[in-house]
């Protein structure tokens, strides 16, 4: 992707908002079509007075119908009954995020997380064994990755699963109370078998984190022997979703238990694997599981485009105080406090869907080629580490600011928001922290620009030295390139936009670098080294993901064929951006990108956008074409 | 408060977190202290599975048992059995939000809203009659004020009493669907009676807002005759508390039904007030109802105590990742992203704690002295009205962090957290939407402006005028002045830290005025400036709270005694007002107040103080003094 200067015509009066959809709806239109004709016309929120066995049973049974439609199999292989779409199967779940998210994440962790690492890291016997049952519901499962001692840091993971080479079975054992595996979606109720994660050990010693299969209960619903299942109670909000902890007393399972593509035992404990180094197998296996976080990121933000929708229907029939010379009272969304609360978040929604739309185009690349591209993998997984954080602290933010934005109704059931806040609220934590996340995708970007500096030689260092120097001068010049540019805030000069996040990114990574390159150094405390570098490292991460999302948004932009919408997002997206600039506006003047004079115009020119957006709320808020069942707040009606 | 310039000893190895309690809990410590006795060893949280009914029920009786013992009465006259200490009553509420929140807001309904209208709008013969069964529980009672059409715009309210003279009743009606009552507390089950707001129609015509004691249910639970009582259901927290909405169908009482303290009927129709401007009359009974945005401000501050010690402490035991050169895996609260989350929030609810304990004084000695003193009660409004937004919306972000800070455990009931943050929610929009009441707050310093810089002739506009030439160049020497003196950015250079944010909010204000006058000029469109400007206003507020919050602190350290407490609370107080430069650093380099460098060395401080106060964060959040059975989450046992 890459950015190009658009000039925006004239806003025409209306904008076509089925045009909008259509753009929307993107690549797998057919998909979220599809869902829409089977949960569109139906009211799927939960009854706020059940007990949390109603709430499971409702979305269970919910979950087995989705299975009878055969949406569940979208992402499956098809020689065992898939359809081979994962970009498909990643826009079937984001879908569901707009109904219920309950719904979204027991399909995400039956079909998603306990069906996608049965696919990913099993191979054909298990295929063939368990896809079918997987994707009717027949055989519900847990991925059960997280401990309670160990969230984040899967790699240090205590269950272990010793092969017993006499008895060819492998021993799943929980040695610690902090081994327990914890939070497991599908655990408390329904699980049958689970995907669990665990140290290997052979006789020749250890090999690592792999999975295997394990059952947890039998065909009547009891545990099996040496599983101790426990609930995790009552939550925050996805209380239709049945998490539990697990903890195993040396359970057998066969040696065939062991999802075995990355990594396998032979009967007589043999350990291979086609990836030799231990990390970088670990890694692998965690790299195909991508796919989790790309729909939590998808879900995330679905669930903040219907809050967005509610609030912003809400605020154009919502009047309060009169002002002289105007009639009746004011529109709530006629102040620009109103439209600074909703505007640039409904820009931000925007970019985030056309970025996601990108990711998703990535993932099917990537997953869906025969042959493994490790570079094309590695960005993936970085940008799906990335967008995860942000599109999940934007839905925390955005929804939030939509319930206040409906003051008291705001806090009733009947209006949708609590239980749209509640649900989301954890996915800024699950599918990984963010801030770990954040951290990964910092990482991965150093990684990049080792390899472009040159690596730590004497050689390498005169001429990152150097190139330090050459970049203290090139910032003076560049930033005074960029204020003169900046005479006129154009809000449509897109290339301006770019170049200020891009430059933005370039800058924090050059100096990240710089910073860490002293943990390296003889007698340097490492850790204390990247401890204090901790927050420059997220700001870093932010910038990367920011830039990126911007330039989706332009992507997306160059696939429009309708006049108006183009006009129409045009602004949308330099909102986006400029709010973006706003917001981190004291970084740009401290580093002399702006001066004091062009901050205050981007201030101005954000409120401008708002102005001359706002009489487009409603079409922008019609276009991701939520179907009113599902956006039902009894105070629109 | 002015703020002194205070040079801090070194740190102690150890601060007596009992000298830190005995100085947070201040003026009111015996109240504090009574509360945990009563109620400090009991786990009060309801249980997430019961019925909504069940939860009211359950809230229903501890409000008994509060009335029971007696601190109900606090805040009420003595000469009906209450105990003269207004302070006093808004610490008890404050003490019941760190043990339950749906408590708090059945007690602060009953005792504060219900039984505070009637004592403060109300004459001798209301306060006879009513306030010993309002005491006691034995008469529940309604705050009925906001409606469905009109919740922050209090003077549009639709429902009208109508003296009927012939038989010396008023008619209470709701004419318009939008006329409904709404969100009313101790309305959907318990309430027999209810303060309620209606235009006040007389035979002479309208006279504005008024309140009257309607009945809404009789002995045995039934509603009324002419007045339909209906459930606002649930909501996102809260559920303990029975909001619900009425209806009145020209519901008649008798003429001694208007509490007629600013505003009375004779049985012939005449009315009377000792205040005769409408609007006047109108603000002054809305000013006698302060208490309760103190209280929602206090309360908000409490919950935020909460998370802030359970996110604490957690932090102290969770280790996650292992780093080179360090034992075992680190401590969550030693990572700086970690203590950025936690810390700078955790300074502001000292010096929020603080600010709340010099309103308290302000409104106990308005509230308390005999006669009334005009200017007083302005200035308490407008802080009350800021700190409750500012201490709201604190509680709103920093209960989120805390939540996220647990990760997955943070999101589970039993740790306490989800509750905090549902219940808390709703206190940004209830007591006043935040967004407006930051607006009264600016139009209140605006007004005071006005007075300064002189009305609006020929005369005073030239010395404005003149006025902003000098101030334009006022301007350019106090930044200069105030980089000059920022060579060094000591961190507990008080008197520095107060010149920054006092600047700040002279400055906006300044700004904020000269913007607003234009709305003043011939053919101007008023609400197009005022709406044009409404961020800047918005700004202004917030700077003038931030300001007024870092002096309560400086005001709150000066009551201490111990040198251990007050080295450490003097970095607190520096977290507390950097942490307020960096998030608007935009705006000090934009104005010339701060250069590049210095801005960047403020970020620095930050962390700096982050790493010194980290070690001190376990005794920081015991000073709090929150019986542990409050703050009984599972991860920490």
Known sequence: MSSTATVSSELPAKVDSEALRTLLDGRWASVRADVRAQLGQRRLHPDPDWTTEQHRAYIT?????????????LGFTSEHGGEDDIGGSV??????????????VKAGVQWGLFGGAVQALGTDAHHRKYLPAIMSFELPGCFAMTET?????????????????????????????????????????DGRLAVVFAQLITPAGGHGVHALLVPIRDADGRPCPGVTISDCGRKAGLNGVDNGRLVFDSVRVPREALLNKYGDVAPDGTYSSPIENESARFFTMLGTLVRGRISVAGSAASATQSAL???????????QFEAPGRDGEIVLLDY????????????????????????????HEVQSGGTRDEAAQRELEGLAAGMKAVTTWHATHAIQACREACGGAGYLVENLLPQLKADTDVFTTFEGDNTVLLQLV????????RDHVGDLNTLGMI??????????????????????????????????HHELLADREEHLLAGLARRLRRAGEPDADAFAVFNAAQDHLLSAASAHVDRWVLDGFTAGLARCDDDGV???????????????VEADRGWFLEHGRLTAGQAKAVTATVNELCAELRPYADTLVDGFGIPDAWVDAVILR
């Open 442 to 449: 910092a990482k991965g970007l150093l990684t990049e620009y």
């Open 336 to 363: 620009l406090s109103h439209q600074r609360k909703l505007l640039p978040a409904l820009a931000k929604s925007y970019a985030l869907h056309f970025a996601q739309e990108e990711l998703v185009r990535m993932l």
């Open 566 to 580: 183009t006009a129409l997002l045009t602004r949308v997206r330099a909102l986006y951006a400029l709010s973006v």
């Open 91 to 104: 826009n079937s779940i984001s879908m569901l995020a707009y109904a219920d998210l309950s719904l979204m």
């Open 309 to 319: 929708t509610i609030a912003v229907r809400y605020g154009q029939r919502r009047r």
């Open 463 to 496: 001429k990152f030295i150097t190139e330090q120097v050459v970049d203290t001068i090139a910032e003076r010049t560049a930033a005074r390139g960029l204020a003169q540019r900046f005479k006129d805030p154009a809000p449509d000069d897109a290339e301006w």
């Open 149 to 189: 001692g160990h969230g984040s840091n899967v790699a240090a993971a205590e269950t272990t699963a010793t092969y017993d080479v006499a008895a060819g079975e492998f021993v799943v054992h929980s040695p610690t109370p902090s081994a327990r595996k914890d939070y497991i979606g599908n655990a408390a109720r």
């Open 61 to 73: 049974d919910l979950a087995r119908e989705l299975a009878a439609s055969g949406h569940t199999a």
